[in-house]
Every structure is written in structure tokens, then in C-alpha cells.
């Protein structure tokens, strides 16, 4: 059933990246992509095993199910954000998809901790949001300076 | 329990740091002959790409193998696969710059994949990676063919013009 949960929620994203609107050209949504997920499957293996704050299910039925959750879930989530905030002019929509995307990280992440994917032995939901912030800053202005690379180029 | 290899700065991290330093030099020194952003791309590949098989085999439950110095995840890790990036580049920096024909692509990926055998032979010997629980090299250079393909398809995708 996780399995079959997690295939789920992966293929949703994909869908809606494919839907939205994007502010971002193909190459920048690809630079983006693999910058995160570069970063967030870091960020996962210290905290796993070198800081022990999260354990990840070394269960062997468990394997693609924390796969997709840490190579395509979370960071699309991101890369949907990144594109919906920058189309959105309005500063009352971009806060309402800050929030959003907030919610779909702790979403995700209380449906990962209910199914056993992960367990916090340390971790908690500050921290989480002080890491939501953190990649949501981060990917926002890395992709300020890719777009300004792009246009240098040209 | 964690395993340590070792302690010392020594032919693990020379290797490292000279390979990505020898990998950034040829990436900043040869002719341009794609945009930045596409080079960003073909370079990212790569890394994430290694960050990627590195961090679902190299851990539980299959735990086929450590990189470095300990079984932990440390700095000069992180560095090891920046090296990928660069080697991915010329791969197809070169591809571009011969402009190899499609009915000699999987020639093309065989070699690469073999010189990428190689250099990781090299690597296990001086300790960059420690294989555990029955991995072998030849699992690698299946890899390394698996990663040449997508790679040039990419390189199709952003310039269809050059599907000779």
C-alpha cells in the first residue's frame, strides 16, 4: 500500500508541474532540478547517518517508496513553488503559495511518518520548517542567478 | 557502527582533489561550444546523477559500498561526485566537437564507459570507494553504460538540430 501511496503522490507531481504555469524556461526548471535534488538527498544522508535525527525504513519493501519521497516528491514541490511564485505578481498570492508549499512539505512529510518511511530520533517540525525556508530561499534566488547567467549568454 | 578506513590526508584525497581540479581547468579552459546554462546542465547531470545511485546503493539496505574515509557521509563525499560533473562535460564536450555519428554512439558510450571502469579501478585502489557485501566493478561499468544514454539524449534534446 505505501508503495502503491507514494507511486501515487509522485506521479500527482509530475502531472502538476506539467500543468502549471511556468516561469522558468526548460533548461532553468532542469538546472533547478538537479541543484535541489543534489542538495536535498545531501541534506537527507547526514541527517540519517551521520546526525541519526531521522532514520529512514532499511526495509527492503521501503526502498522505493523513500526513494521517490527524496529523489522526485520533494524536490518538484520545490521546483512547483519556485515556478508558481515567480508567475504570480500579486504578493498576496505569492505568500498564499509560500504557505502552501509549506503545507504540502508537512503534508508529505506526516504521510511519510504515519506510513514509517521515516522516524524523527531528534528531529521536529521546526526544524522542518527552518529547512522549508532555507531550500525555499535558496532556490529562489539560485534561480535568479541562473535566469541572469541565461541572459548573459545571450 | 560506523566504519573508518582511515584518518590521514593521503592518496584518497589526492586523487579527489587532483581529478576535480584537473576536470574544473579543462571545463574553464577548452573552447566554448554551448550556452552556459547548457553546460550547467550537462555538468548537474552528472552529480545528480552520482548523488543519486551513490545515495540509494551505497547505504541500507543494500550498502554496497563506502566512499572515502568512513562509512559516514563527509565533505570530500560531497566533493567526489563535482568530479562526475566535469568528466560528464567532456563526454559530451567531445561527442560534440567530433560530431560522432549515431550509428557509432554505442561505440562511443562502450568507450567511455570502459575509461570510467577504469578510473574507478584506479579510485577503489587508492581508497576513494570500499566495496562491501559483493559488489564488483563490472555492476559499475553497467552503471556507467545505463548513465552514457540518457546523457546524450539530453544532449539531442537541447540541440535537435545536431541529430545527424
Not at chain 1, 533548461?27 to 538527498?41: A, D, H, P, V, W
Not at chain 1, 520533494?74 to 508567475?87: E, G, K, S, Y
Request: net charge positive.
Amino acid at each position: 500500500m505505501t508503495l502503491g501511496l507514494f507511486v501515487l503522490i509522485a506521479w500527482v507531481m509530475i502531472i502538476i508541474f506539467f500543468l502549471i504555469p511556468k516561469s522558468l524556461d526548460w533548461k532553468e526548471n532542469m538546472i533547478m532540478f538537479f541543484s535541489l535534488s543534489i542538495i536535498i538527498i545531501s541534506l537527507s544522508t547526514v541527517l540519517d547517518l551521520n546526525l541519526k535525527l531521522i532514520q529512514t525504513s532499511k526495509k527492503v519493501e521501503m526502498f522505493v517508496p523513500v526513494w521517490l519521497f527524496r529523489n522526485i516528491i520533494i524536490p518538484l514541490i520545490f521546483i512547483v513553488f519556485l515556478n508558481l511564485f515567480n508567475f504570480s505578481k500579486n504578493k498576496l498570492k505569492k505568500i498564499g503559495i509560500a504557505a502552501l508549499t509549506i503545507a504540502g512539505v508537512f503534508l508529505i512529510e506526516k504521510v511519510t511518518l504515519i506510513t514509517g518511511i521515516i522516524k524523527h530520533t531528534g528531529w521536529n517540525q521546526y526544524y522542518t520548517l527552518l529547512t522549508i525556508i532555507t531550500l525555499m530561499t535558496f532556490s529562489f534566488f539560485f534561480a535568479k542567478l541562473v535566469n541572469r547567467i541565461g541572459k548573459g549568454a545571450k | 557502527m560506523p566504519i573508518i578506513y582511515d584518518q590521514e590526508f593521503n592518496q584518497n584525497e589526492l586523487f579527489v582533489f587532483a581529478l576535480l581540479l584537473i576536470g574544473i581547468l579543462l571545463v574553464w579552459k577548452v573552447p566554448k561550444r554551448f550556452p552556459a546554462q547548457e553546460g550547467m546542465i550537462y555538468f548537474l547531470y552528472s552529480v545528480f546523477f552520482g548523488i543519486v545511485f551513490d545515495h540509494s546503493i551505497s547505504i541500507e539496505p543494500f550498502d554496497y559500498y563506502d566512499v572515502n574515509d568512513s562509512s559516514y557521509y563527509q565533505i570530500l563525499d560531497f566533493m567526489t561526485y563535482f568530479m562526475y560533473g566535469s568528466f560528464a562535460y567532456l563526454y559530451i564536450y567531445i561527442f560534440d566537437y567530433l560530431k560522432i555519428r549515431l550509428k557509432y554512439v554505442p561505440v562511443y558510450i562502450l568507450i567511455w564507459a570502459l575509461i570510467s571502469t577504469a578510473i574507478e579501478l584506479l579510485a577503489v585502489h587508492l581508497g576513494v570507494f570500499h566495496y562491501k557485501n559483493g559488489y564488483m566493478i563490472y555492476y559499475s561499468f553497467s552503471i556507467y553504460l545505463l548513465i552514457f544514454v540518457p546523457n546524450l539524449c539530453l544532449y539531442f534534446y537541447l540541440n535537435p538540430k545536431k541529430q545527424n
